[in-house]
């Protein structure tokens, strides 16, 4: 008897210490400064212990019964801990009060738990004994649970259900406390049905902890997030701050609403404005709508073909009421065409030619992407260029992937293009560069659309003036059976971030 | 940054993730295993309800028969017919296709060739392979090429270098410093026949040449092994040390290949039959081929073939069951080779560099994989088909021949899967079918002696006005020597033909 007594002193031990470990942990990890974060976090589990302690005190009649129910407090609060922390942080402004909250309420907790189990037992033991025994059987239960959290418990089930494990371990001990204790409890039948209703309630915690991670996912960004979906192709996520709307698409910022006007305005109008007469205008990537949002402003300009290969994120930029106020619903213009597609065999299928392309793609930060900065690509493009009209490549930073930039300019050259390099600063994205292809020299337009908040037709010429720090270096054009451009790309960034 | 910061909270929040594994599919392919031992056991076949005259017949619809026939077509003659006794021609260069992607049965690349291959160069240039000196960029073999799964990780490339060891740096560099010595020699070309000669090297294995030259590193062992298994179906043990050398010596250093497409080589295959297939006769079993005078009759189904001259472009071992009289060509070897294909619904996790066109695993007794939507120009791919290699190389070919039909198709896919498995832990939730084509004779094997060996020399004379013209006249099976055979024993008939 005695022995297995103690094996529930152990378990709740662990319990107990798990708990702290996950607060410790959670709050290092989304906080920072783990040392601090530790510290202020042991502190104030101890102290909350100790005044559990205290006040198990006030604890006078019914000392199964309240033991029991502690148990099931600790296992349903210390069990969703993990799980509330992250979407705490995910979705409130309060992360460390409620940190903090839950810390002290489960220490308070803990804390009762020790102080009530020796009083159920004194009468079956030695008082010498019995302190010898629980405390040992404490500092055991400790010692296991602080080498179960880093080498099982955190890398095979992961933070939210190594706290849910243990709340169910929790009201697994309270359930068979009423088994143990049961000449000295009374109205047992309830008590017990309270421990099934939590442990159920933990299982069903468990089953869901994958959607309960998706949810914590957004705690990525720094701001509030606004929307989020995880489509076939890729992440889509806006967040919010102030009046800065931010979209990302699998993690990777495509633009923030205070500066995605310079960006636009220098991706389309330095090559449109200068094609007199463009007719037919082709975007390829761009599902945002704000590119088409600028080609709009060029009344010539009959019809507009979009290609975006997901669906989702046409749609969204179709319909979100911040968004089409923000694109002006150009995606929802007569003139433009939306195509759901895969770029490179959109462009092989077609027969058509256009007098102006925007290639808009995200950055070449895998194979996948390099495919569609090579020469194969850029050779399909011309032919679907019309004699004297213009493309104009998103080409990364010149400035912090300088020789990423170069060599897609040098892959536009093997493909036969003169090229026209330019850059701008957007500060959310810092130094950013486009290159501008065509069959024939390129004169700068001699006007831009009116309305424009940054660029002027005397600027447009400047663009294409580099700093010494970003002139051209050596680079191989990217082809697909090289792919050396997701090779420069990530050196560049890897100078950077390192 | 935001990298790892996302890998942790991934490792950490998510754990273990639902493990279910997808009810696998496929069988067996029709491999021809049926008719091919009729034959041998010289079983009674219809007699020929009408005959048809005709001055040539090419026996054999893979590289070896359809370039006799691309030849022979290019030249403006087109008295003749090929005969093949499966449903579908491209024997070696076969391939297939589902709802994802064509995908090939065997052969999936031709490296990039060099001058003096000048018969492939040809035939690239008319399929518009090679352009005004120029390899189209959609048939060269997107980046990356190739992978190695090594202790866990896939590194780039297949010479392993993850923890090589400067004794193993060492190794490979005067390995290769050694091969750029042979190939100054000018005796290790493509095609064969224009270089070879009589060799002290024909007379041991590679991997005895490996010993004499006290090259000691595991790893290079290790590479040579593999690519005698991956070109000859043979151990580094069992393979001529010539054609050992001729493997790595024969190809141009700064090659930017190799080409290949979605269903490997049966491209080529499917471009030869768009030009020659009103010649073709498929699912058409030659089984007799008997003398008249200075006539050949050849039997095939209910037709029978009365020709001037017969092109055997089919494995040479085949032609004693069909004919009298014909050489012995008992020396020769072949390796038995099975092949897969894997239908993913989804794309395997794997740890290390990103999956390459050709994935191999260290130390497996298979070859790995070739991915069939490599050369696709989608950046999303979603789904796949893999091709899975296996030459049964340890042993002796005939008990693996034999292994080859004994075990059923639940072995074997079990086998293909926990070999996959080493490196893909959740690949039983990937795959949803296997489709496993079992070859007795995929190629000849190239053991020590071949180079001079009679049964090669009397295969290249022919007999009378019959000729070989399969790939195993080189003692090996690449497309370039098959390719060559067919050509000039399509040159020989048509210079006999004008006589």
């Known amino acids: 008897m005695p022995v297995v007594l103690f094996i529930s002193v152990a378990l709740i031990a662990a319990c107990g210490l798990i708990y702290e470990l996950v607060a410790g942990t959670l709050a290092s990890y989304l906080l920072g400064d783990s040392v601090f974060q530790f510290s202020t976090v042991i502190g104030s589990y101890l102290f909350a212990m100790g005044v559990g302690s205290y006040l198990s005190r006030y604890v006078t009649r019914g000392l199964v ?97 190594s706290a849910l494990l243990f709340g169910i371990v929790n009201a697994g001990v309270a359930l068979w406390s009423t088994f143990l204790f049961r000449d000295q409890l009374g109205g047992r039948s309830l008590l017990r049905a309270a421990c099934v209703a939590v442990l159920a309630l933990l299982s069903t915690g468990m089953a869901a902890s994958e959607k309960i991670t998706q949810a914590a996912d957004n705690s990525l960004y720094a701001d509030e997030v606004i929307f989020s979906r995880n489509t076939r192709y890729q992440r889509i996520v806006l967040t919010k701050w102030k009046d800065d709307v931010r979209l990302f698409l699998s993690s990777h910022l495509q633009f923030s609403s205070r500066d995605e006007y310079r960006y636009h305005e220098a991706l389309v109008h330095p090559g449109l404005a200068a094609i007199p007469g463009a007719r037919r205008v082709l975007v390829l990537g761009g599902g945002d709508g704000l590119a088409v949002r600028e080609i709009l402003k060029y009344p010539d300009v009959q019809s507009i073909t979009l290609v975006d290969l997901d669906p989702e994120m046409t749609r969204l930029f179709s319909t979100h009421p911040y968004l089409v106020t923000l694109n002006q619903r150009s995606l929802t213009n007569a003139r433009v065409h939306i195509m759901n597609s895969d770029a490179f065999p959109w462009l092989q299928q077609t027969e058509d030619v256009y007098d102006f392309v925007v290639v808009d793609f995200p950055d070449p930060t895998n194979y996948s992407l390099g495919k569609l900065y090579t020469t194969a690509f850029y050779r399909l493009l011309a032919r679907h260029l019309s004699v004297q009209g213009l493309a104009v490549v998103q080409s990364t930073s010149p400035l912090f992937a300088r020789q990423s930039y170069w060599c897609i300019v040098e892959t536009l050259k093997h493909a036969g293009f003169k090229t026209h390099p330019y850059h701008l600063y957007v500060p959310s994205f810092g130094e950013w560069g486009f290159v501008l292809a065509g069959l024939y020299p390129y004169d700068p337009p001699v006007s831009v659309p009116g309305g424009l908040r940054y660029l002027s037709a005397a600027l447009v010429p400047q663009l294409f003036q580099f700093p010494v720090d970003m002139l051209p270096v050596d680079a191989e054009p990217n082809r697909l059976n090289n792919q050396v451009l997701v090779r420069y790309y990530e050196h560049d960034w890897r100078e950077i971030t390192h | 940054m935001n990298g790892s910061r996302r890998q942790f909270l991934s490792a950490a929040l998510v754990g273990l993730s639902r493990k279910t594994d997808r009810p696998i599919a496929g069988g067996f392919m029709n491999d021809g295993h049926n008719s091919g031992h009729q034959l041998r056991d010289r079983r009674s076949f219809s007699a020929a309800k009408h005959a048809v005259k005709i001055p040539v017949v090419i026996v054999g619809g893979g590289i070896a028969g359809l370039s006799a026939a691309w030849r022979l077509n290019k030249r403006g003659f087109r008295d003749f017919t090929l005969l093949e006794m499966a449903e579908h021609a491209g024997g070696n260069a076969r391939w297939g296709e589902n709802e994802i992607s064509t995908y090939p049965w065997a052969a999936h690349y031709v490296p990039v060739p060099g001058k003096k291959a000048a018969l492939v160069r040809e035939l690239f240039e008319e399929l518009g392979v090679l352009c005004n000196g120029v390899w189209e960029e959609r048939y060269l073999c997107f980046s990356p090429q190739e992978r190695l799964y090594l202790h866990g990780r896939w590194q780039e490339g297949i010479e392993p270098v993850t923890a090589a060891t400067a004794r193993d740096c060492e190794d490979f560099t005067r390995f290769a410093a050694r091969i750029n010595e042979f190939r100054a020699t000018g005796q290790f070309t493509i095609p064969m026949e224009l270089g070879a000669k009589a060799s002290q090297l024909d007379r041991i294995s590679i991997a005895e040449w490996l010993k004499q030259e006290r090259f000691t590193s595991p790893y290079l062992h290790w590479y040579v092994n593999y690519a005698c298994r991956d070109d000859y179906g043979a151990l580094s043990a069992d393979t001529s040390a010539w054609a050992g050398v001729h493997y790595f010596a024969s190809r141009e250093p700064d090659e930017k290949g ?53 092109i055997f472009a089919a494995p040479s071992f085949l032609a004693p069951h069909l004919s009298e009289g014909l050489p012995s060509v008992g020396g020769l070897s072949y390796s038995p080779w099975l092949t897969a294909n894997l239908t993913l619904e989804r794309l395997p996790g794997d740890a290390g560099v990103e999956p390459a066109w050709d994935n191999v695993i260290f130390d497996s007794p298979a070859l790995g994989y070739v991915v069939a939507t ?45 070999d996959l498995e080493r490196a893909h832990p959740d690949i039983r939730q990937c795959v949803s079918r296997i489709d496993i084509l079992r070859l007795g004779h995929a190629m000849a094997r190239p053991v020590p002696g071949f180079l001079e060996s009679d049964e090669r020399r009397r295969l290249i004379a022919g007999s009378g006005n019959l000729w070989f013209a399969n790939a195993d006249l080189s003692g090996f099976s690449i497309f370039e020597e098959a390719q060559y055979r067919g050509v000039q024993v399509a040159e020989r008939a048509l210079r006999a033909l004008s006589r």
């Open chain 2, 374 to 418: 490599h050369q696709s120009l989608r950046t999303h791919i979603e789904r796949s088909v893999w091709t899975f290699y296996w030459a049964l190389a340890r042993g002796s070919p005939a008990a693996n021949r034999g292994m080859l039909l004994d075990k059923d198709w639940h072995y074997w896919k079990d086998a293909i899967l926990a």
């Open chain 1, 65 to 161: 019964a309240r033991f029991i129910s502690i148990e099931l407090l600790v296992g349903m609060v210390g069990g969703f801990s993990s799980a509330a922390l992250f979407l705490a942080f995910a979705y409130t402004q309060g992360f460390r009060l409620i940190l903090y909250v839950v810390v002290a309420v489960i220490g308070v907790l803990v804390g009762l738990e020790i102080p009530l189990l020796m009083r159920i037992l004194k009468s079956r033991l030695q008082f010498r004994e019995l302190v010898a025994h629980v405390l040992t059987f404490d500092y055991l239960g400790a010692l296991a649970a602080s080498l179960l959290f880093p080498i099982l418990l955190v890398p095979k089930l992961g933070m939210v259900r």
């Open chain 2, 258 to 310: 190799p080409l290949t497409w979605p269903e490997g080589n049966g491209w080529i295959t499917r471009r030869l039959l768009e030009r020659l297939s009103p010649h073709v006769r498929t699912g058409a079993m030659v089984h007799r081929i008997a003398r008249q005078g200075r006539k050949l009759r050849v039997f095939a189904g209910e037709t029978e073939y009365i020709a001037d001259f017969v």
